[in-house]
């Protein structure tokens, strides 16, 4: 049934899409931890999918990598990280949840229009797949400059990375597809693990990075 | 050179530093390891010449060799291999006044040369997955050296780059992507969709709609490594807070890598007639980042940061060249290149020197260097009139060169392009005056300065200036042919 195929692999790629929207207007660290775990799982299924129509079983390994790296040890850290650093407290957004979403909406219009007016000779799955792809970057972007705190833009910056990974395993047939998923684990890791290491808030009192930018430039 | 030709394999310039960089991460001893990396780096540089004069392999799926990246291989490894030669005698002085300790240098020496190893693999990739992987490498290594000494600038400095290389890298994967996707659709499925020499052949064939949308995720995800303005944020910090030979390495190599990458893309722009001319593009961002960067050198009060923010100018001017396209401009763009990556490396030694001399970094506590430390300071005085574009050095060639071919052909292109070489060059000296001449200020430690790398690039830039022989003309000349 090859509608079944398409509409599913829409199902869960429009899905990442609205997760991420969910992402936006989080402003408690642990329920955005939580809907990040969400986004992550909602990736596996539909990498899984893609390996599924594409008859591409080393996808599964990426699959499996979102699901147990990013939805279960990556939020688990960074829940540890936060309970130590002691900031569950509020998100500090620049910019207000109103006007974040109509950005937000304005990114996935944008990108709707950029990538369906220029993928049409590519195959449907993989327009539908690269424009979804494109409205998660962007959001992830939207959210990385949104917030002040730290460990917010980690966030933003993996569910970006998600987006990403839909958009490889998308376009059908990609080689090194799964040591590109590897590397990016790699970088996530060195990211918290950096946050951790590092103990930015030990060191500047808080990961609230308008405090870094205070020791910024020129020293005096 | 029959001699080298047993060298002349391409792996040789990935494994060389890829074992050392093994090597170094389990030896102890500052002595040992600092002569590895030396010997390391030398090793590299002869299989990088012998790449030079052997004749080329035809291409395999993942590896690559022509005439446009041993250019860059061998400057690569040239810079390289006497930057380890300067580090060699930096790190014995961060040793003994305690900012480095021995376990971190071990760390240090070992990522070096994974350093030099990816931004090998990223030069003769000839697979844009690969080439992708080994940029987001070097990415990585360099933030763990930018934020090696661990203090409250150094961490914030890392933490920046980290975050704005990482969504530069994120978003030319998503470039990277959209190029297979395009290509797909007459190659097929598979890994040669990816091979470069593949892609160039059927170029003609591409979406060019979906080309154009994937050069611009490509330029502005390797423009933000290459320190383009408005991408640039993470690049002063780096380069100021970093050990200086991190430093030297960042604006000589890696801006290089960057910047090749996205000529890579745009020689594949070029190949598709309908696609949109990738010139205009690059032309803005180097003005824009010329320009920026040359008023921003007046408000300097960081030696390591003012010559970070030349950096930014000297690669506007060579994306400006690359950007105008034709076979003089590219001329220019490689020659500028080259001696950029010669001075500024070799600036950065001397400042490397000044700074454990006068044990701070602020230009308001250095002053009249040329009293207290004459060869120092007559090094960093002849480095900053070469890198100011003064005759009869190197970069003056080069520089007359861009400007000469944009006023043959945009005349209007040519007044912001002039003035912006200006302005930097009244703002490098307004602080080299300060600097080198005057009253003698701040402290004055002891230090055992390593002037052999610093007065070889020196007599490079130099010898340049004054005469360039015929077959390097040549081969930069067929270099640019091949650019478009």
């Known amino acids: 049934m090859p509608n079944l195929a398409f509409d599913t692999a829409h199902l869960l790629a429009g899905g990442l899409v609205l997760v991420s929207f969910v992402l936006l207007y989080q402003d408690r660290l642990t329920a955005l931890l939580n809907v990040y775990a969400l986004h992550a799982l909602v990736l596996a299924l539909a990498v899984a999918w893609q390996a599924n129509i594409q008859n591409a079983p080393h996808l599964y390994v990426t699959a499996a990598l979102a699901l147990g790296f990013k939805a279960v040890i990556i939020p688990l850290a960074l829940r540890r990280i936060i309970e130590r650093l002691g900031i569950h407290r509020e998100i500090e957004a620049v910019v207000g949840i109103g006007p974040t979403m109509l950005a937000g909406m304005a990114l996935v219009a944008l990108s709707m229009v950029v990538m369906l007016r220029v993928t049409v000779a590519a195959a449907p799955i993989a327009r539908e797949d690269l424009a979804f792809a494109l409205a998660v970057v962007l959001l992830g972007l939207l959210i990385m400059v949104t917030r002040r705190n730290a460990v917010s833009q980690v966030v933003g910056f993996m569910s970006l990375e998600n987006g990403l990974i839909l958009a490889a395993t998308g376009a059908k047939g990609m080689p090194l597809v799964v040591e590109i998923s590897v590397a990016f684990s790699i970088l996530i890791a060195f990211i918290v693990i950096g946050i951790f290491l590092f103990r930015i808030r030990e060191r500047f009192d808080t990961v609230d990075v308008v405090a870094l930018d205070q020791f910024r430039g020129e020293r005096r | ?484």
Request: aromatic share 10%; with cysteine; hydrophobic share 55%.
């Open chain 2, 1 to 484: 050179m029959i001699g080298l030709a047993p060298f002349a394999h391409v792996e040789l310039v990935i494994l060389i530093p890829l074992a050392a960089a093994a090597l170094l991460a389990l030896l102890p001893g500052y002595r040992l390891t600092a002569r590895l990396n030396v010997a390391a780096g030398l090793l590299t540089f002869i299989a990088a010449l012998a790449l030079l004069f052997a004749p080329h392999r035809p291409p395999g799926p993942y590896l690559l060799v022509d005439d446009l990246n041993v250019v860059f291989i061998a400057l690569n490894t040239f810079v390289g291999f006497t930057t380890s030669v300067f580090s060699a005698s930096y790190v014995g002085h961060e040793l003994e006044t305690g900012r480095l300790t021995p376990a971190y240098l071990r760390f240090y020496h070992a990522m070096y040369q994974l350093l030099m190893c990816a931004m090998n693999v990223a030069l003769v990739a000839n697979n844009i997955g690969l080439m992708w992987v080994a940029v987001e490498c070097a990415t990585l290594t360099t933030v763990v050296m930018v934020g090696i000494y661990r203090t409250h600038e150094a961490l914030e400095a890392a933490w920046k780059y980290f975050i704005l290389g990482s969504v530069g890298i994120a978003l030319a994967l998503f470039g990277t992507i959209l190029v297979y996707v395009a290509a797909q659709a007459v190659i097929g499925e598979g890994l040669e969709a990816m091979v470069w020499t593949r892609l160039i052949a059927e170029a003609s064939k591409f979406d060019p709609a979906l080309l154009n949308v994937a050069f611009i995720f490509l330029l502005l995800g390797y423009g933000t490594k290459v320190g383009l303005a408005p991408l640039h944020a993470w690049l002063p910090d780096a380069h100021a807070e970093g050990p200086t030979p991190i430093s030297a390495v960042l604006s000589g190599l890696l801006l290089n890598v960057a910047l090749y990458a996205v000529l890579r893309f745009k020689m594949l722009m070029a190949a598709n007639a309908a696609a949109v001319a990738p010139g205009p593009l690059m032309v803005t961002m180097g003005l824009v980042s010329l320009i920026f960067a040359a008023f921003m050198l007046y408000r300097r009060r960081d030696i390591k940061r003012l010559f970070a923010y030349s950096s930014i100018e000297h690669m506007g001017i060579i994306t400006f060249a690359f950007g105008m396209g034709g076979p003089l401009a590219n001329f220019a763009g490689l020659l500028h290149m080259t001696m950029h990556s010669l001075t500024k490396s070799g600036i950065f030694f001397a400042v490397g020197h000044v700074t454990q001399a006068k044990g701070t970094q602020r230009i308001a506590d250095i002053g009249g260097l040329t009293e207290t430390h004459p060869w120092l300071g007559w090094s960093l005085v002849a480095g900053v009139v070469a890198i100011s574009g003064l005759p009869p050095l190197g970069i003056f060639m080069s520089e007359f060169l861009v400007v000469s071919s944009t006023f043959a052909r945009a005349p209007l292109l040519a007044i912001p392009l002039v003035l912006g070489l200006l302005i930097a060059f009244a703002a490098l000296f307004l602080r080299l005056n300060g600097l080198a001449f005057g009253e003698p200020r701040g402290h004055d430690h002891p230090v055992k300065a390593s002037y052999g790398p610093l007065f070889a690039h020196l007599a490079l830039v130099l010898a340049a200036g004054l005469y360039l022989p015929p077959q390097l003309v040549a081969w930069f000349q067929h270099v640019s042919q091949l650019l478009g």
